[in-house]
């Protein structure tokens, strides 16, 4: 959300080109005075809507299976609800095959123009057809994606440099676009290994109990 509001990366790059110019980059609003909609309140989602907060921003969310969200922010009714009220929407919804393609050109349509997408859980869940096409009509102000429709497929990454939004971010600063990296540190693979090795020890003395 910081990187693609207030245009780090094309300023970062500008710099290594030996320039020092503020005015070119400048955002089009302070975080406290956006609105952050969230979609799936989930663990993650949670998680981002109380940084919203500590932003000073106003958070709604919706989640069919969460009544009431962290101190601070409201609940929708519909996800049209809260793509059309919200200027950051930022997705943390499972993919389910019910959810494949939920964020579609209809949805986006639906979405205040100039707002930005962000989505961190996976690119299943968006027509990549309809972002793109929203970003080059300026539908969108921009997008950050950590996850790309496809990416677990045998040879994705051969194929990653004809990706659409791939080619499309090498000429646009609008769209950012990381390697799934959202949970990529050391700690947290730890962890995340950690409690997979507890989960087939505990499967497995299940089965030798029952054995």
């Not at 950012?176 to 003395?205: F, M």
Request: hydrophobic fraction near 40%.
């Amino acid at each position: 959300i910081l990187v693609i509001t207030r245009n780090i990366v094309p300023a970062f790059s500008s710099v290594l080109d030996g320039k020092w110019e503020r005015w070119p980059f400048g955002g089009t609003s302070m975080l406290s005075r956006m609105r952050l909609g969230v979609a799936g309140m989930g663990r993650l989602g949670n998680m981002v809507a109380r940084y919203g907060t500590c932003f000073g921003m106003r958070v709604q969310y919706f989640d069919t299976n969460v009544a009431e969200g962290p101190a601070g922010t409201s609940r929708v009714k519909t996800l049209e609800d809260l793509v059309k009220s919200n200027d950051i929407i930022t997705v943390h919804i499972p993919h389910e095959p019910e959810t494949e393609k939920l964020f579609n050109q209809s949805l986006f349509d639906t979405f205040k123009t100039g707002a930005y997408f962000i989505n961190t859980s996976r690119g299943e869940l968006v027509d990549h057809n309809a972002l793109l096409h929203c970003l080059e009509c300026k539908k969108l102000a921009g997008a950050a994606v950590d996850v790309i429709e496809g990416e677990f497929e045998d040879g994705f990454v051969d194929r990653v440099a004809e990706q659409p939004l791939v080619r499309y971010a090498k000429e646009h600063s609008n769209l950012i676009i990381t390697p799934h990296i959202g949970g990529s540190t050391l700690d947290a693979w730890s962890l995340t290994q950690e409690h997979t090795i507890r989960k087939v020890i505990n499967a497995l003395g299940q089965n030798l109990k029952e054995g």
